[in-house]
């Protein structure tokens, strides 16, 4: 995904492609390069000035990730190459200091975590741009009558204001993951076989003025092949990407033709009929979080990962992890924008509440029943005749329990009709709808 100019920006902001490309991938590797340098001069254990000569020649830029790539063929990974590279680049009396006492997967690993931390931030943003987006809208349609619906069919009264709760709640939560998952992201320095024997009695310094310059929190150990970390973060991405496909998924539906309660800002078009207004970017949202879920299998994989250094687990995660952080920023973004503009038809989801004559209140009319009669069962049956009558027929549903002798004999016509009123049928909506929106201001950072 990174390199793709094609596919890549329909499911990702170019500001996220830039944030887990290659190009930052090479500038988190040479920090990482530099601050070893500066870390094992700060203990004593190379001179200064061959640090500084290793950070200037870091800072230089000019490398090529292609021809680095093509380098990392034989070795099987990119540092080594970097390493070379950077060789030509320093003095030559700083050449041999170069990469002291680290090993590969030292680099790749704290370069893999500045990645994370750096694009994290883009995707927190995008996540709390969604989550605003949510609440403005649970606010706003607070008493917004529509139907709910389970299994696809009308259920029970609810308001949008609910459903926006729901949809708010989702991107707090995950929100909240990634953040822990992001936090508990540590450098990684632990040399040949996590011992870092090569720098003796300072490696342990080294080790925590290395984390300390790249702002990175120190793990009590090296955590070479004890990748919870990295499943922890792939994990909450999971997260991320399946809640904006949740919303997506949502708007979609209530898109389609026969509902029509709700609408994109922007829809997409057909190439052959004008009439079509897609859910254009719903759609990239859910293909988007496909693609997420589909990597976390790999970067979970990577958990069992043999004695001091695994034989492909780890390889199997560089480009996975890049392409996980970048499509759940960019579902997350993408579903902000939709929620930002969203389009809500409060008389189209009335018409549809209405579609069915009451039916949505049998629940409500047979506890009702069940209670003026004392007979749950006798009450859930004189309200199924009812409602059998009513669609077989296409009578009202109010008349029809009127005619049933169970319910007249409990009921006048104004106590069925306020009975069939959804808005006197919504529980806890409001209450929930409240309590979202007061989690929500107390997360807000």
């Known amino acids: 995904m990174p390199g793709d100019r094609l596919f890549a920006p329909i499911f990702v902001t170019d500001e996220l492609l830039a944030a887990t490309g290659d190009e930052a991938w090479l500038a988190a590797m040479l920090d990482a390069e530099a601050a070893l340098a500066a870390a094992e001069a700060a203990c004593g254990v190379i001179p200064p000035e061959v640090?500084?000569?290793?950070?200037?020649?870091?800072?230089?830029?000019?490398?090529?990730?292609?021809?680095?790539?093509?380098?990392?063929?034989?070795?099987?990974?990119?540092?080594?190459p970097l390493v070379a590279a950077l060789g030509e680049a320093v003095p030559a009396g700083a050449r041999p200091w170069l990469h002291w006492g680290a090993t590969s997967q030292d680099i790749l690993d704290t370069a893999?975590?500045?990645?994370?931390?750096?694009?994290g931030a883009l995707v927190d943003a995008e996540l709390g741009r969604l989550a605003a987006g949510c609440a403005g809208l649970a606010a706003r349609h607070r008493g917004t009558l529509m139907a709910g619906r389970t299994l696809l069919q009308q259920a029970l009264p609810v308001t949008f204001g609910l459903k926006a709760a729901g949809?708010?709640?989702?991107?707090?939560?995950?929100?909240?993951?990634?953040?822990?998952a992001l936090g508990g992201l540590a450098a990684q320095l632990g040399g040949a076989a996590g011992t870092l024997a090569s720098l003796g009695e300072a490696g342990p310094a080294v080790a925590a003025a290395f984390a300390a310059r790249l702002g990175l929190p120190e793990p009590v150990l090296p955590w070479h092949t004890a990748r919870q970390r990295v499943a922890a973060v792939a994990g909450a991405l999971g997260v991320v990407a399946g809640t904006a496909a949740k919303i997506s998924a949502d708007v979609a539906l209530l898109m389609q033709t026969e509902v029509a309660e709700a609408a994109e800002p922007s829809p997409g078009g057909s190439s052959t009929m004008p009439h079509k207004r897609n859910p254009a970017a719903s759609v990239a949202v859910l293909a988007a979080a496909r693609r997420a879920h589909a990597l976390l299998p790999v970067l979970f994989g990577g958990l069992v990962a043999e004695h001091e250094r695994p034989a492909g687990a780890w390889h199997a995660e560089w480009e996975p992890w890049a392409e996980l952080i970048a499509l759940a920023g960019g579902a997350a973004a993408r579903t902000a924008d939709v929620v930002a503009g969203l389009e809500v038809d409060a008389g189209a989801m009335a018409a549809n509440l209405a579609r069915t004559g009451g039916a949505l209140l049998a629940e409500r009319v047979t506890l009702a029943l069940a209670a003026a009669c004392g007979d749950r069962a006798e009450a859930r049956r004189a309200v199924t005749d009812a409602l059998r009558r009513a669609d077989k027929d296409g009578t009202p549903l109010a008349a029809e329990l009127a005619a049933e002798p169970l319910v007249a004999g409990a009921f006048d016509a104004r106590e069925i009709d306020r009975l069939l009123d959804p808005a006197g049928y919504l529980g806890a909506a409001g209450v929930w709808v409240d309590r979202a929106l007061a989690a929500h201001g107390e997360a807000a950072p």
């Open 51 to 80: 640090a500084e000569a290793i950070g200037a020649a870091c800072r230089a830029g000019g490398l090529d990730p292609a021809a680095l790539g093509r380098g990392a063929r034989a070795a099987g990974n990119p540092v080594i």
């Open 112 to 119: 893999a975590v500045l990645v994370a931390r750096r694009a």
């Open 167 to 180: 949809w708010l709640a989702g991107a707090d939560d995950a929100r909240t993951q990634l953040a822990a």
